[in-house]
């Protein structure tokens, strides 16, 4: 196989224009272009660290055909209509790869999601900004595509050693995703449209012969000595399967005290819980970009921070999550009663704002294990949002403050226009989070401000809580087999089991649950 490695540097107005960027990579190559059978374009990111932003590009030029894992690969999914059963409790991003990687190995997948198809879930999430009614069921966090279909879209992982991103990737293209996300260093694709990709690949499942039924919370679980033979949904029916995946996400707060109450083990673990902070795009973009305006081809600009803090002998790192450049604010509670923040982006990041997640982490130590065993953390959770929530009025509106007015410990006079649609209420936000959070909190935004001059200012404001993080619970399963470590034929997944942090991550772990699924079903995996 004959093939050129290049490596090459283009400004943003090449490296953005997919016709200009075809041509100068082919005329980088120095070879006789009727000898190029193909350019793979590898890999492109934004090299902002100099006075002049620049784009990095690898290409690799085929002088024959090229490997067909390089070709972008159409995945075909066989009739199994009448294939035995995995269930699979959660339509997020774990349960759907799971499902398509169940019919793949010949397997019929049955998604019991208890909210509602990805169109009809538009409804409660505009009363949810408009009226501020939460349906428990229905919600940013809960329904078809699970929290990530309203969300950025954000596509990268340090998970890579769990799995084949490249092929998640891929088969999100096969679903409509532009196929820029195969080629971009930080893809995403944008909660507008998300929606239609989750629509999609609901469409292969249920082509192929499988299931995906909406409205079907999860009420109790069948088990058999010692074995999960199916589950009971809460309109009393029951569904029957060789094993069950659980893909139920972070906040599916009901399940972990089933599971509880059941006898079944859990184990609280470490989290993190915040803010949100939301700036003007155009101050995070002369401040990364070093530029006044972006011009039309560089995309809004994102960060990442981090910074340890000590209060009372107690080390804790407070760090961005999440950030949405060109973003929105958006509630995701899932009760009445609680007030609970989270960020997105539309595909083009064209919000006026930016916002990110600033959270400090919380460790074992700092819950109170002793009187809520494996439970301790979500009732750390719940706490402090039912706190926010009674302090701004007990309706979605979300407490806030200027930036360094929290640091300084001033009340905001007036707050600054916001994405937040339900809207804010001002307040001392050191008065919503214990001494410890708060404190952490303040040295976080300060330490903030000296690694990115003009971060730390009054022209940003905090919005609360960000509680949201990440699963407080661990459900523990075998590493070998990924069955739970107590009950056969289990198969805890995803982020609401503690083993994924984003969409990618947990839809990787969603086809390694299946492929297990699959083995104790007795399929043979090459």
Request: proline share 5%.
């Amino acid at each position: 196989m004959r093939k050129k490695e290049l490596d090459l540097v283009f400004t943003p107005e090449v490296a953005f224009d997919a016709a200009l960027l075809e041509h100068e990579i082919l005329k980088s190559a120095r070879v006789n272009p009727d000898d190029i059978k193909y350019v793979h374009r590898v890999k492109r990111s934004i090299d902002a660290r100099g006075r002049q932003v620049l784009v990095r590009v690898r290409a690799d030029i085929y002088l024959d055909t090229p490997p067909a894992d390089v070709i972008s690969p159409t995945y075909t999914y066989p009739d199994v209509s009448k294939a035995k059963q995995i269930i699979i409790v959660g339509a997020g991003p774990a349960g759907l790869f799971a499902a398509l990687r169940c019919i793949e190995l010949g397997l019929k997948p049955v998604v019991l999601e208890r909210g509602k198809d990805v169109r009809s879930r538009r409804r409660d999430l505009a009363a949810i900004n408009k009226e501020h009614k939460v349906n428990p069921d229905s919600n940013y966090c809960f329904g078809e595509g699970g929290a990530g279909t309203y969300s950025d879209g954000k596509l990268y992982t340090r998970s890579k050693k769990r799995g084949d991103l490249q092929r998640i990737l891929q088969i999100l293209v096969q679903h409509g995703a532009t196929p820029d996300i195969l080629f971009d260093a930080h893809p995403h694709i944008g909660t507008n449209k998300l929606p239609k990709i989750i629509e999609a690949i609901r469409e292969t499942v249920r082509e192929a012969g499988g299931e995906v039924h909406f409205d079907k919370r999860v009420s109790d679980f069948i088990l058999e000595d010692e074995e999960m033979r199916g589950v009971v949904s809460a309109d009393g029916q029951t569904y029957l399967g060789e094993s069950v995946i659980l893909a139920t996400g972070h906040s599916a707060r009901d399940i972990f005290e089933l599971l509880h109450e059941k006898g079944i083990t859990i184990e609280a673990k470490p989290f993190a819980m915040g803010v949100r902070v939301e700036h003007q795009q155009s101050l995070i973009d002369s401040i990364q970009y070093k530029c006044e305006d972006r011009g039309p081809y560089l995309p809004a600009s994102s960060y990442a921070l981090v910074h340890q803090t000590h209060y009372k002998g107690r080390q804790r790192g407070i760090f961005s999550f999440c950030m949405c450049p060109g973003g929105f604010i958006v509630p995701s509670a899932t009760a009445p009663g609680e007030v609970v923040v989270n960020g997105m982006s539309p595909s083009r990041r064209d919000s006026r704002f930016s916002n990110s997640g600033i959270v400090v982490a919380i460790e074992l130590e700092d819950m109170e294990l002793e009187k809520y065993g494996p439970l301790a953390g979500l009732r750390m959770q719940q706490a402090l949002e039912q706190k926010a929530c009674e302090m701004a009025g007990n309706t979605q509106a979300a407490p806030a403050q200027l930036l360094k007015d929290f640091t300084e410990r001033r009340v905001s006079k007036q707050l600054l226009d916001t994405s937040y649609q339900p809207g804010l209420v001002s307040m001392d936000m050191n008065e919503v989070f214990s001494e410890d959070m708060a404190y952490r909190l303040r040295e976080g935004f300060k330490a903030f401000g000296s690694k990115m001059r003009g971060y730390l200012t009054n022209e940003a404001q905090i919005v609360g809580v960000e509680s949201r993080t990440s699963s407080p619970v661990r459900i523990p399963r075998d590493r070998d087999t990924l069955e739970h470590t107590q009950i056969k034929r289990f198969y805890p997944c995803g982020e609401g089991a503690g083993y994924a942090g984003g969409i990618v991550s947990a839809a990787m772990d969603g086809e390694r649950c299946a492929e297990m699924a699959a083995v104790k079903a007795g399929v043979s995996i090459r």
